[in-house]
Structure formats: C-alpha cells, structure tokens
C-alpha cells in the first residue's frame, strides 16, 4: 500500500506532530509514505526517514494551481491513496486534484468550526471518506448533512513516552528564571484569537492578588503576539506573565507546570492537553469542540462553560490552593493517556479505513 499525506502547515504544530506519528506508524506496519508539504515546512525533517518528502509551493486556499502541482506528484508517485491532513488550501485543492487523478481520497477535519449545508453537500463529495480527530466533529458534520457511512472518528494520539519522566523541578524554575515558590500556570497553543489567552490574562490579573507566587508561561507563537504583549503591559502583568516560545524540548518541561489552562473558544480535540495529561499535569479548559474527550471533568481536569472567565478564574483557584488535588487528577490524567490515546491505536484506525476503502473500490471495479 502506498499513501500520499498532503500537510499544508509550515510548523510543527499538534497537527502536523499526528501526521508524522501517523506516517511513522505506517512505515513500521510496512507501509510505503509520501509527503507532500510546503517548501521549509518543519515537518519534512521529522518524517525524512519514513516518508519521501516533496516540498510544494501551498500558498492557501486562494492558491488553485496548487490542484495542479499535486496532481501531478499524484500521476508521478501513483499512490493508492491521497490522505489529506489539513486546510490552508489542501483540502479543496487536494480533493480537486485527487478527483481529477481519479484517486481514492481521504480528509483529516481537525476543526469544529461548522461549515454551510450546501458547502458541505458540494466540498465533501470530493472525498471518499472523513476522519474527525473527536467525535464533537463528527457530530458536526452529522448536523450539516454528511452521510454517517461516510465519516469515522478516529482520536488524536499522543506518545506518551518523552513525556513520564520526572521533571527536574529546580532545573524547570532555572530554565523560565522563575522564582523558587512560583506557582506555574501554562498554556501551549497558537497565539490566534479562538485559543483564548485573553481570557487567561484577565484571570491572572484576579488571581494574582492572592498568589504572590503566581506566574503564567504562554508557550507557542503567532500573529497575536504584540496585542497580548499589549494587554499584559497595559494590566501590569509583564513580571507574572512571559513568552516562552514554540519550544521543541516541550517533553523536558511540561511536566514542571502545576496546571495547563486552555480556554479556547473552537478546539478539535487539543493535542496540547493530552501532552499535559502524559506528563501528569492537571488541566482547566472549556466545554468546546472536542475538549470534553480529553478531559474528563472531576477526574483529569475542570471544564468551564466557554468564555466565562469568572469560571475560568475560580477553577484556576480551586487547584491552586490544593495540591492534592492537583496531583490526583495528574496521576488519573496519565493513566488514562496511556489506555485510550496511544498512537497505535490512531495508526490502526486510519489504516483500517484505508483497507474498507481499497477494498470498497476493488469491489466496485470488479461489478
């Protein structure tokens, strides 16, 4: 079996991290992987041993003539499969190249942002079948008219490993010049609108009244850096609140945290939060997307209602001021990551897809 993986994202984002544990599942399952992905993306280094890379111009949902450019690495590499990973353009174009090649085509939804009646009835035909990362997707596309036949969940995975070794808590407070009674709020997401780090900058400035020790560490990057670097000037919060950066030795550190806050607005399922659970860190986030399957309120974490940032702020508060609490649902975070999100289980369920449709078209061919 040969699959062709078309990821538009430039960085090694939760995203584009499924992709690579996918490809490298399959790889060891003795599948043969090509990558399609933009020119300098991160993640053609990280998948250079099991995929061979193709590095496209994918320039976003504007860029038509990337439905050419992928057709043709379609008709030159002749996979069984074209599996799209991801929006930006991949998605409409790939599907459209993917139809004109008359290869079988699957599409990764990674987002709950809902979509029109008739843009689902028009752009989903192009795939011949949908894998939603949670199953809050797949009930989204079910309520805007897709076929139940013809989308399947299949959760998002985390590799547990890098990610149970105890954290060196002196060497964690050292790396962030963090004061020794720090107590440390994290968040690890993109710097955009719906992740919801204003809701957790407005909480901090509350919170910090009563916890002299508090501090916040935004890991990540994106566009909306300078306006939080704004807001958090403008509340007095620059010596709580600091920047760490999209950090590639996140493993190392995570674990150093005392709680993730993740009170995004729109959220898949939330790569990020299953990292935080391996690493036995206890998670306030939001009733949102696919958040409650990653979360399990009471046992691994607290759900707040979306946007309520007295919510927010009150559930920030309850673990703070109980340790115990905080390491008991660390440990059930962990234990249950190791059970019901483990990579193999991700790389079964796209490869039993990738079988029903193979074996679907055989049929199909053979009558």
């Given at each position: 079996?040969?699959?062709?993986?078309?990821?538009?994202?430039?960085?090694?984002?939760?995203?584009?991290?499924?992709?690579?544990?996918?490809?490298?599942?399959?790889?060891?399952?003795?599948?043969?992987?090509?990558?399609?992905?933009?020119?300098?993306a991160?993640?053609?280094?990280?998948?250079?041993?099991?995929?061979?890379?193709?590095?496209l111009?994918?320039?976003?949902?504007?860029?038509?003539?990337?439905?050419?450019?992928?057709?043709?690495?379609?008709?030159?590499?002749?996979?069984?499969?074209?599996?799209?990973?991801?929006r930006?353009?991949?998605?409409?174009?790939?599907?459209?190249?993917?139809?004109?090649?008359?290869?079988?085509?699957?599409?990764?939804?990674?987002?709950?942002?809902?979509?029109?009646?008739?843009?689902?009835?028009?752009?989903?035909?192009?795939?011949?079948?949908?894998?939603?990362?949670?199953?809050?997707?797949?009930?989204?596309?079910?309520?805007?008219?897709?076929?139940?036949?013809?989308?399947?969940?299949?959760?998002?995975?985390?590799?547990?490993?890098?990610y149970?070794?105890p954290?060196?808590?002196?060497?964690?407070?050292?790396?962030?010049?963090?004061?020794?009674?720090?107590?440390?709020i994290?968040?690890?997401?993109?710097?955009?609108?719906?992740?919801?780090?204003?809701?957790?900058i407005?909480?901090?400035?509350?919170?910090?009244?009563?916890y002299?020790?508090?501090?916040?560490?935004?890991f990540?990057?994106?566009p909306m850096?300078?306006?939080?670097?704004?807001?958090i000037?403008?509340?007095?919060?620059?010596?709580?609140?600091?920047?760490?950066?999209?950090?590639?030795?996140?493993?190392?550190w995570?674990?150093?945290?005392?709680?993730?806050?993740?009170?995004?607005?729109?959220e898949?399922?939330?790569?990020s939060?299953?990292?935080?659970?391996a690493?036995?860190?206890?998670?306030?986030?939001?009733?949102?997307g696919?958040?409650?399957?990653?979360?399990?309120?009471?046992?691994?974490?607290?759900?707040i209602?979306?946007?309520?940032?007295?919510?927010?702020?009150?559930?920030?508060?309850?673990?703070?001021?109980?340790?115990?609490?905080?390491?008991?649902?660390?440990?059930?975070?962990?234990?249950?990551?190791?059970?019901?999100?483990?990579?193999?289980?991700?790389?079964?369920?796209?490869?039993?897809?990738?079988?029903?449709?193979?074996?679907?078209?055989?049929f199909?061919?053979?009558?």
């Amino acid at each position: 079996m040969k699959i062709l993986h078309v990821e538009a994202g430039k960085h090694y984002y939760g995203g584009a991290r499924q992709v690579a544990y996918i490809i490298e599942g399959l790889a060891a399952r003795g599948v043969e992987n090509v990558l399609a992905c933009p020119v300098g993306a991160d993640i053609a280094t990280a998948v250079g041993a099991n995929a061979q890379v193709h590095q496209l111009k994918m320039r976003g949902d504007a860029d038509i003539g990337m439905t050419s450019r992928l057709a043709r690495l379609i008709r030159a590499e002749r996979p069984d499969i074209v599996h799209l990973h991801s929006r930006r353009g991949a998605d409409l174009w790939g599907g459209l190249a993917a139809r004109l090649t008359g290869t079988p085509c699957v599409l990764s939804r990674r987002v709950d942002n809902p979509e029109a009646r008739w843009q689902v009835a028009l752009k989903y035909r192009l795939y011949d079948h949908v894998i939603t990362i949670s199953e809050a997707i797949r009930q989204v596309l079910l309520s805007e008219g897709l076929a139940p036949e013809k989308v399947s969940c299949v959760r998002s995975a985390v590799d547990a490993a890098p990610y149970l070794a105890p954290v060196d808590r002196a060497g964690f407070l050292r790396e962030f010049a963090l004061p020794d009674a720090s107590l440390v709020i994290g968040m690890v997401a993109q710097l955009i609108p719906r992740k919801g780090h204003l809701y957790l900058i407005e909480a901090a400035d509350t919170l910090r009244h009563d916890y002299p020790g508090l501090r916040v560490l935004l890991f990540g990057k994106g566009p909306m850096q300078a306006e939080l670097e704004a807001e958090i000037a403008r509340r007095g919060l620059s010596d709580i609140i600091r920047f760490a950066g999209f950090r590639t030795d996140l493993p190392k550190w995570l674990g150093g945290l005392d709680i993730l806050a993740h009170p995004a607005d729109m959220e898949g399922l939330g790569v990020s939060l299953l990292q935080a659970s391996a690493a036995a860190v206890p998670i306030v986030t939001s009733r949102a997307g696919g958040l409650p399957e990653a979360v399990i309120d009471g046992v691994n974490g607290l759900l707040i209602p979306r946007g309520d940032v007295a919510a927010l702020t009150a559930a920030l508060r309850r673990l703070l001021d109980d340790p115990g609490l905080r390491r008991r649902m660390g440990e059930t975070g962990r234990a249950r990551i190791l059970s019901e999100f483990s990579v193999d289980a991700m790389v079964n369920g796209n490869l039993a897809i990738y079988n029903t449709l193979l074996k679907e078209r055989r049929f199909e061919a053979s009558t």
